[in-house]
């Protein structure tokens, strides 16, 4: 019930296309769900974020589509560029005070140029 | 986003010597730090939640001898590996709170450290 199942392990994107991560999780506690970019060698940055009551957030060229009946959560890069390539890390949170996160696996992004 | 600082970035060290790592909130207090331990082409691993004025809080597994966290101020938290030992070699981040509106905690990441045991 801690777990967050993250797929694929790693992708292969086109310039230009749609890269698509998915993570889906049991706790129905969760109410925090942020995505992280991480490149090699470089410490995890903040993406973008949702709350369950949300069922899609859109900043710039990233989208978390939420479903709460599906318990499962995904980003999309539109647009998908060569500097996209990293690994991402969705994550999932407890109500505020709990602080802790907990990560899926990683997805390894590379976008062919 | 709110900054978070690491240093050193990385750091190379004799097997049996102590290392100490500091991370600090440059533009925010952090009432809560976290320092988490990351393997190659691995998840993250939560290793201890930092709380300034109080004990660290140690995950299941962690040895808290050997992991030493100091959390001395709102921008500041140190993480000392005593006695380290090549298994020790591995990438540090840490991590400093905001609570966000909303009620939401986010996690702002540091840049890391790479330690390396020989």
């Known amino acids: 019930q801690q777990q967050v199942k993250q797929s694929p392990q790693s992708l292969i994107v086109q310039k230009g296309g749609i890269s698509i991560i998915n993570c889906a999780y049991e706790?129905?506690?969760?109410?925090?769900f942020p995505w992280y970019q991480q490149f090699p060698g470089k410490g995890p940055a903040l993406l973008i974020a949702?709350?369950?009551?949300?069922s899609e957030k859109k900043e710039g060229r990233f989208t978390i589509s939420f479903n709460k009946s599906a318990k499962q959560f995904s980003l999309h890069i539109m647009d998908s560029q060569p500097g996209d390539s990293a690994t991402y890390f969705c994550?999932?949170?407890?109500?505020?005070?709990?602080?802790?996160?907990?990560f899926g696996t990683g997805t390894r992004l590379k976008v062919l140029a | 986003g709110a900054v978070v600082s690491q240093h050193p970035s990385w750091v190379i060290c004799k097997s049996g010597t102590s290392v100490k790592i500091e991370c600090r909130s440059l533009d925010f207090q952090a009432t809560t730090m976290f320092w988490y331990r990351q393997f190659p082409k691995q998840s993250l691993m939560l290793m201890a939640t930092s709380n300034e004025g109080s004990k660290a809080t140690y995950e299941q597994g962690v040895e808290k001898d050997k992991f030493l966290i100091n959390h001395a101020s709102l921008t500041l938290s140190t993480l000392t590996v005593t006695s380290a030992h090549p298994e020790d070699s591995s990438f540090y981040i840490c991590s400093g709170m905001v609570w966000t509106s909303g009620g939401a905690d986010t996690q702002y990441f540091g840049p890391g450290t790479r330690l390396t045991v020989l």
């Open positions: 706790n129905t506690a969760f109410d925090y």
């Open positions: 994550a999932a949170s407890w109500p505020a005070g709990t602080y802790k996160y907990i």
């Open positions: 949702i709350r369950p009551d949300v």
